[in-house]
């Protein structure tokens, strides 16, 4: 092989090696990466509320006896399929990141369906009444803090009252509604 052929192909190997650089600072010049102006991404969430705050003004703008006269279940298995993400609703389901809901309805709060509560609800101890019910799925952790769930709450009445009268009708025995007092 000649002089000539070797410089050709050392040519050829240099030249790849000058634009591979080129353009490598060209795309590093273009596609800089702005620093950002505070670590992380900001995530938002509901704000707890210590004792008496307007959270509980909330809850209580509306007795849920008053509520569930007009609630649908139609429309609270509706609304319950955001909750099964976490909860199944069949007799006999499986728990997944939630326990099962069957039978919520006036069951013991904390204990039993095979499930590993968290120590705060575990603690908080009693039944799922109505009330309760609503109370915890307007904030659960303001009914409950330290509880495990994540769910940030279901801020319009009409909507857990649906999900209310839903969860009641699931159970071989459904409580009966409270009546609404004058």
Known sequence: MDSFEL???LGALLGTCLIVLVTSFAAQAVFTPRPLEKPGFEIAVKEETKGGGPAEAAASSEPIEKLLQTASVEKGSAAAKKCAACHTFEKGGPNRVG???FGIVGEARGEGRGFNFSAAMKAKGGTWTFDDLNKFLTNPKGFIPGTA???AGIPK?????????YLNSLSD???????AQK
């Not at 009445?157 to 009268?165: L, N, Q």
């Not at 025995?173 to 009546?179: G, K, S, V």
């Open 7 to 9: 410089n050709k192909i």
């Open 99 to 101: 326990p099962n809901l």
């Open 149 to 151: 769930m994540g769910f």
């Open 157 to 165: 009445d009409s909507e857990r009252a649906d999900v209310i009268a």
């Open 173 to 179: 025995h459904p409580q009966p509604l409270p009546t």
